[in-house]
């Protein structure tokens, strides 16, 4: 029987539990994809993080970052500041919610 579920850091952390699986289940569902922030995002991040200065925090920078290193279709925010992400460089579809 296959058990996805214990891929997952939480469930490696946490233990495999009906909780851990439903949070993997839930997480599963949702079409986004998960990826490691090595060098080159960590590069991207900090040019636009020179380049905004204050006006961009580091986690968003990571983010849209991200997004641009691996050419993303969308990004999600509920950030209403973020439609500048699309002069930064991210030429995919910004989402505010």
């Known amino acids: 029987m296959r ?3 214990r891929r997952c850091w939480w469930v490696r952390h946490v ?3 009906p909780r851990s699986r439903l949070q993997w289940s839930c997480l599963s569902a949702v079409p986004v994809d998960t990826v490691l ?3 080159e ?4 991040t ?3 993080r020179a380049s905004l ?8 920078a ?4 991200t997004a641009i290193i691996f050419d993303a279709d969308r990004l999600v925010t509920t950030d209403r500041r973020w439609p ?10 910004l989402v505010v919610v």
């Open 46 to 48: 900090a040019t636009l």
């Open 41 to 44: 995002v960590a590069v991207e």
């Open 15 to 17: 233990g495999d539990t």
């Open 3 to 5: 058990q996805p579920w």
């Open 53 to 60: 200065g204050a006006r961009l925090r580091l986690p968003d």
């Open 37 to 39: 922030l090595d060098e």
């Open 84 to 93: 500048h992400a699309v002069a930064m460089g991210f030429e995919g579809e």
């Open 62 to 65: 990571m983010v849209i970052a």
